[in-house]
């Protein structure tokens, strides 16, 4: 098994982009079931948020080539076609040439898989995508989870976002030990992150930069009214943060009432339906919106006509969702003052400065974690292979002592027979390492015999001689 993971962020692609590569929650298990239908995809984990998409796999090289099939069938005009059918001619060579090129291959695979998936160009992707194998896997999921790769450095919501994706792959059965083993590890060092250090004190997230945002543009923010579009835990925040600023007069629009009605019940605000939305816009100096809608809930024409009816008094729009839920043509309005959640990274630069000393710590604490990680895989390992040495030797100890049975039925005499099955076992045990060693000798390979020598603790009994000799 090997662990993969192919993504794109706010780093390296576009609100554009990202939202045309989103998974809102009602397609990620088609999607993970679509992923899991890939040959070389054993396990499948699907994280996807406002900042990024990524898709983590544990995968086989050895069902690699009825993907390369799929692949080569629906390749898009990049190339992978002859790259993928050169690999089928040395699938069975195992240099690091041939493993490198397995490498690539299930890379290329997976960008295929996702841009027919959201039906896209592969081409669109390329440029923005990233990759991480194994180790790096481990890594890269260490750090986000604990907010390190966060457009807003330490924020907390990622890791219950991680938590929950994680939960849908096992809720499907698309998740088991091998990848499961790295999402609970995750879990368990961001749990120390957050106790061990101060990445999380103060109150830093994209909610909060919205309510920021807010205040830095209208003198007496308490003095407004306030629309929230959604009623999920990002719009909770954002009211959580306007109480605390003391706004009061707070709607809450959402797609289901009883959902908006819930919500406005904590915060002693109004609780609407989407339909209303135009309604309330009018009265609405703040309009933040955070939806899993697939297409715009607010269009320039709806945002023009409530303009008019506030004789151009200014809206600030912010739109927090991925896919975006208000129309980007409303920016061309002269009154509407429209941000994207790309737009609102520089309102929390200075809150960030106080935490990178502690991303510093959360780090290190993080490489503890990959180097843990690493050598728990790696006793696994040897699990498997100490289970084989041992189940060998029983059965080489059941076939000498049968034999020494049937020796003592025959009246041949005990001592004999006992320095017969004790030579036995001693010639059978040793026989393989000794042709291994000598052949490793002749060829100038001494590591082997080294390792013999340190298995069988062969210098500390020479030590162990030369001290009885003296």
């Avoid at 298990?29 to 992923?35: E, I, V």
């Avoid at 260490?142 to 457009?151: A, I, N, P, T």
């Avoid at 003198?219 to 990002?234: D, K, M």
């Avoid at 703040?286 to 006509?305: C, D, F, I």
């Amino acid at each position: 098994m090997s662990l993969l993971l192919v993504g794109i962020n706010h780093t390296t692609a576009s609100i554009a982009l990202r939202e045309k590569v989103a998974f809102p929650p009602d397609m990620v298990a088609d999607a993970l079931r679509s992923l899991a239908g890939l040959h070389l995809v054993e396990e499948a984990v699907i994280v996807s948020t406002c900042n990024r998409t990524e898709v983590y796999l544990s995968v086989n090289g050895n069902r690699l080539s009825d993907d390369v099939g799929k692949s080569d069938a629906t390749a898009t005009g990049n190339g992978s076609e002859a790259l993928l059918g050169n690999d089928r001619q040395d699938q069975h060579h195992n240099t690091p040439e041939h493993r490198n090129r397995l490498l690539v291959d299930q890379r290329e695979i997976v960008v295929q898989w996702l841009g027919r998936y959201h039906q896209l160009p592969v081409s669109d992707l390329q440029e923005c995508i990233y990759f991480y194998g194994d180790d790096e896997v481990v890594r890269h999921l260490m750090e986000v989870s604990c907010g390190l790769d966060s457009m807003i450095l330490g924020e907390p919501q990622i890791l219950g976002q991680i938590k929950s994706a994680y939960a849908v792959s096992q809720k499907l059965a698309v998740v088991s030990a091998g990848l499961g083993r790295v999402f609970e590890e995750t879990f368990s060092i961001a749990k120390e992150v957050r106790t061990d250090t101060a990445i999380g004190e103060n109150p830093v997230s994209v909610a909060y930069a919205a309510v920021t945002l807010a205040e830095r543009i209208f003198s007496n923010l308490a003095s407004l009214s306030v629309l929230l579009i959604g009623a999920g835990r990002t719009i909770e925040l954002v009211a959580r943060h306007l109480i605390d600023k003391g706004v009061t007069r707070i709607v809450v629009a959402n797609r289901t009432l009883d959902n908006a009605l819930e919500m406005a019940a904590r915060f002693n605000a109004q609780g609407t339906l989407l339909s209303d939305i135009p309604e309330q816009l009018v009265k609405a100096d703040v309009v933040v919106s955070s939806t899993n809608s697939q297409l715009p809930l607010l269009g320039k024409g709806a945002v023009e006509r409530a303009l008019k009816q506030r004789r151009y008094k200014p809206m600030l729009l912010v739109d927090l969702a991925v896919p975006r839920d208000i129309e980007q043509e409303v920016s061309q309005l002269a009154d509407a003052y429209l941000y994207s959640i790309d737009d609102i990274s520089g309102v929390i630069e200075d809150s960030q400065k106080s935490r990178e000393e502690a991303a510093s710590q959360a780090k290190s604490i993080i490489e503890r974690g990959v180097e843990a990680y690493r050598k728990r895989v790696l006793s696994l390992g040897a699990v498997d292979t100490v289970r084989a040495f041992r189940e060998k030797a029983n059965a080489i100890r059941e076939l000498e002592l049968a034999k020494a049975q049937r020796a003592l039925e025959k009246g041949e005499g005990a001592d004999k027979v006992l320095e017969n099955l004790a030579r036995a076992l001693t010639n059978k045990l040793i026989h393989s390492p000794s042709v291994q060693m000598r052949q490793a000798s002749s060829e100038g390979s001494l590591e082997m015999v080294q390792l013999v020598q340190k298995l069988y603790e062969l210098d500390q009994a020479q030590s162990a001689d030369q001290e009885t000799e003296e």
